[in-house]
């Protein structure tokens, strides 16, 4: 679409063409015949700033209606997870980060689209769960990522699918029940800030000692003989 100076130049141009080409007849024929509205000159004239004036009305409509770029929008290319304001309906309570916390295992930036293509199961679409609940418990989200992964084989367990407990997190009467997936991973993260990380842990052999402890009454299968390495193995694969 030509801008205002180049419409404006492509008339006035078109204008000299015309006199140029219209033959002089004594003094200001030519002139005369074009502001009367007569010969094919003036009709040429006419239909070309017509197209001019429309070119330039459709420029300055297009310009209105032109949306102001939001610089906090979230393109998704294809068909990938578009994140989206967690749909919390439990209350996760702040928890600060306590000096004791030595670890290297505070939060710091992923890769969104590499850490949601290995995610799969009842933890499709949940990377940006993990990481806003790693940034609001100042967490790696690999980490908690890694929890999840192991402790309901990528998201195909029964307490996944059932009670959308992603991270093994028990209650009065047993495994928790969550309304959604991204309430349990908030409170996983609130717990291990909480009750590990705030507490000493520093490593994730350190937190799985407490997490899942080898020989715990409710592990009768020992499971939790696996637990450090299976968590390890999906955090540096993640």
């Known amino acids: 679409m030509m801008g205002p100076i180049n419409s404006n130049w492509l008339f006035q141009s078109a204008m000299s063409s015309l006199q140029q080409s219209t ?54 290319p294809g068909n990938s997870y578009n994140p989206a304001v967690a749909n919390l309906t439990m209350e996760h309570k702040d928890v600060a980060t306590s000096a004791a916390d030595k ?36 967490i790696d989200p690999k980490l908690l990522s890694a929890i999840a992964v192991h402790e309901t084989g990528n998201g195909s367990s029964r307490a996944a699918n059932e009670k959308n407990n992603i991270a093994g997190m028990m209650g009065k009467n047993g495994l928790r029940s969550y309304e959604t ?14 009750n590990y990380l705030n507490q000493g842990k520093e490593s994730i052999a350190q937190i799985g000692a407490k997490y899942a402890p080898v020989g715990a009454a409710n592990d009768p299968t020992g499971l939790n003989n696996h637990w450090t390495t299976g968590v390890q193995r999906f955090y540096n694969t993640l």
């Open 181 to 194: 997936v991204a309430d349990s991973i908030y409170d996983m993260a609130r717990n291990l800030r909480q």
């Open 23 to 76: 033959p002089m007849n004594g003094s200001g024929a030519a002139n005369n015949q074009m502001s009367g509205m007569s010969g094919p000159g003036s009709f040429l004239m006419l239909l070309m700033a017509a197209m001019m004036e429309n070119a330039q009305q459709t420029q300055m409509q297009s310009q209105q209606q032109a949306p102001v770029a939001n610089a906090l929008s979230f393109m998704a």
């Open 103 to 138: 670890s290297d295992l505070k939060f710091r930036p992923v890769q969104f689209l590499k850490l949601d293509e290995q995610l799969a199961g009842k933890l499709s679409g949940a990377a940006v769960h993990f990481i806003e609940a790693g940034k609001k418990y100042d």
